[in-house]
């Protein structure tokens, strides 16, 4: 394990729900953060190919056989990535070649068998090998996201062995479960990626509070995303008629210490690559007063058993 990381967070919008021009920005995006000289590169919730922010603005989505959203999601699942798929292939290629440990959300599908008919909100993590070390599938979508994607399983629940540390992360409000939290505080993470679809207030708290509690850094991940990429068949409201370029989501990406106090400030309304060195031993100096894998959990009074079986 490296002492001294660099981590790049990018917060740049993908070319929404269209696969082969967000494998084009992926491979630039990549190179530029190896040229920034990141050694962790991460992308936010499904970035690849997009968050539905829709389900927040384009009311009408939930009707009941409604043909444009069928539509909509019809063309999310033709967009999704099968893990075991070319795309994912060439991603740990780059990984490789430019020797980088990459985390990524993205929309998933499944091609053939259990589950083919349903889309997964998932991350992604490659290592500096190119191999994809860990997928884990959000276990709950939250609230009408659950319109959208099927619940997933505790198979990804751990914090995986990198030339940069002990690499973990979860998705979103993953990150209010307290024994999802404890069970990725067990597996001994140093650095942990917090995706989301934009980091407000309240998911900058639950970032700092992460960090804080597991005594590591805490890296939160927000998106770009604009009314223009909402899908066409959808009808805007009015108060983003005419505003194509109106940020829906705005970023809000950070790294937080295990103090809990932020290494790298909240970045809003700007796309880009940035890069923050950290130092991996401020993990073990926060751990002296407070580790709760050890003598603030308690094994003789509390009990924790995950079930990792992929379903």
């Not at 999704?80 to 740990?92: H, N, Q, T």
């Not at 295990?258 to 031993?281: A, R, S």
Request: glycine share 10%; net charge negative; with cysteine.
């Amino acid at each position: 394990m490296k002492k001294s990381v660099r981590i790049g967070i990018v917060q740049s919008a993908p070319s929404y729900l269209n696969v082969e021009e967000s494998m084009r920005k992926v491979e630039k995006l990549l190179r530029e953060a190896s040229e920034k000289g990141a050694q962790l590169v991460t992308f936010g919730e499904t970035w690849f190919t997009g968050y539905p922010a829709w389900i927040d603005y384009c009311d009408e989505y939930a009707k009941w056989d409604f043909k444009p959203t069928k539509e909509v999601f019809a063309k999310t699942y033709e967009n999704s990535l099968d893990v075991k798929g070319k795309e994912v292939a060439a991603i740990g290629q780059w990984a490789k070649e430019l020797g980088l440990v990459i985390v990524m959300g993205i929309n998933e599908k499944v091609t053939s068998g259990p589950g083919n008919g349903t889309i997964y909100n998932s991350l992604l993590t490659w290592n500096e090998h190119g191999e994809l070390v860990n997928h884990h599938r959000k276990l709950m979508p939250t609230y009408t996201e659950r319109l959208i994607y099927g619940h997933g399983d505790g198979h990804g629940l751990k914090a995986v062995e990198t030339q940069v540390g002990r690499i973990g992360g979860l998705i979103c409000w993953e990150h209010w479960m307290p024994l999802t939290r404890q069970t990725m505080h067990n597996s001994g993470e140093h650095i942990h990626v917090a995706v989301w679809p934009k980091v407000h207030e309240m998911l900058q708290i639950a970032t700092r509070s992460y960090a804080f509690e597991g005594r590591c850094f805490a890296v939160g991940v927000g998106q770009i995303m604009r009314v223009k990429d909402i899908p066409a068949e959808l009808t805007l409201p009015l108060e983003l008629q005419n505003k194509p370029d109106h940020m829906l989501l705005n970023g809000g990406s950070c790294i937080v210490g295990p103090d809990g106090h932020y290494v790298m400030e909240p970045i809003w309304d700007k796309e880009g690559v940035f890069v923050q060195e950290v130092n991996l031993t401020r993990c073990y100096e926060e751990r002296m007063a407070l580790d709760v894998t050890g003598h603030y959990q308690r094994n003789d009074v509390f009990e924790l058993k995950t079930n990792t079986k992929r379903l």
